[in-house]
């Protein structure tokens, strides 16, 4: 949906800003949690009690989320020019290199210990990912530029309504996709096990920690949108661009991510396994019929290399895995 929200756009439609989506999901992600913690409090005086204690009254346990909240940030915006330079297909693969920059913090961050199992793993996962590039690389022609239309002739009625509304493919640079997902991949794993071990230090809610956390990139997200984009909002808006499908991108980045740390939480790695690789199949097949999306034998051969090796890495994984809000 984030792929596809990024490079096609009704003809007169302002693309939407990316610093705008990262900022409101923040802000969503924020409500979410206190939605939950209202239901788990069952009362009004308990949760405004809990918020006040926890939130209001304990500023230095916000300012710890600053670093993690900071490149939390940075990664959410990567994500955007990832998305608007690469395949769907292809930055899902290329995305799991976060498992091998979390498994290196982890190591160095966390003092944990891989097995020739898990880096086993983490070499199959670069081998893949080497051979997914290769077909991004080998395509990485320049979109033709549209048709020059002669503005004397008459258009006629049927098929001026027929191309109602035409819509607009953006140029796109494979190179820089790439080095936004890498980016993003180092940023995720360092972030992630940073915000692990503040977990597993104190005894604080993980909705309480993923408020305080919101609330430090929202402003990280804030100054970012107003520091790149304030020409852009002065003249269009805040919500410039913004459509149904942008707000379920902004709704499913903030509900993602919240997600993705109650799977960690209350499954395992080797059903989180599983579900990579359902969702690099999925975003593969969605591909081939939205975007026209031709995967050659390399990028299947990677592709599957790729969800092998996530998977080996889940089955060797004897310790609890980084809680990742994002």
Not at 151 to 158: F, G, L, N, S, T
Not at 193 to 208: A, G, N, P, R
């Amino acid at each position: 949906m984030m792929r596809y929200s990024r490079i096609v756009q009704k003809a007169g439609q302002p693309m939407y800003l990316a610093s705008t989506a990262v900022f409101l999901a923040e802000v969503l992600k924020i409500v979410a949690c206190l939605v939950v913690m209202r239901h788990q409090q069952r009362t009004w005086p308990r949760f405004t009690s809990m918020v006040r204690n926890e939130i209001l009254n304990k500023p230095q346990e916000t300012l710890k989320m600053l670093i993690p909240s900071g490149l939390y940030a940075l990664q959410n915006n990567l994500l955007y020019v990832a998305l608007s330079n690469l395949e769907a297909a292809t930055f899902q693969v290329t995305y799991q290199m976060k498992i091998l920059s979390t498994a290196i913090f982890s190591v160095v961050l966390l003092g944990r210990s891989l097995t020739r199992g898990k880096w086993l793993a983490l070499v199959l996962l670069m081998i893949g990912v080497t051979m997914v590039q290769s077909q991004s690389m080998s395509n990485s022609t320049p979109a033709p530029p549209p048709p020059a239309v002669d503005q004397a002739a008459p258009v006629p009625v049927a098929a001026a309504a027929a191309a109602d509304p035409p819509l607009a493919i953006a140029v796109q640079s494979p190179l820089i996709g790439l080095l936004a997902v890498i980016t993003s991949c180092i940023s995720s794993g360092f972030a992630g096990c940073y915000f692990e071990k503040i977990l597993k230090t104190s005894e604080t809610s993980m909705w309480v920690r993923n408020i305080q956390l919101g609330i430090s990139g929202a402003f990280f997200s804030l100054v970012g949108m107003l520091a790149y984009d304030m020409q852009a909002l002065r003249a269009g808006g805040l919500l410039q661009g913004y459509d149904w499908l942008t707000w379920i991108v902004v709704a499913n980045q903030a509900l993602g991510g919240l997600l993705v740390a109650i799977v960690v939480k209350y499954a395992d790695n080797i059903l989180k396994g599983f579900a990579t690789s359902l969702s690099i199949i999925v975003s593969g097949v969605i591909s081939f019929y939205l975007f026209n999306f031709q995967p050659t034998s390399p990028f299947v051969f990677g592709a599957i290399i790729v969800m092998v090796s996530s998977y080996l890495y889940g089955l060797d994984f004897k310790q609890a895995g980084p809680i990742k809000p994002h």
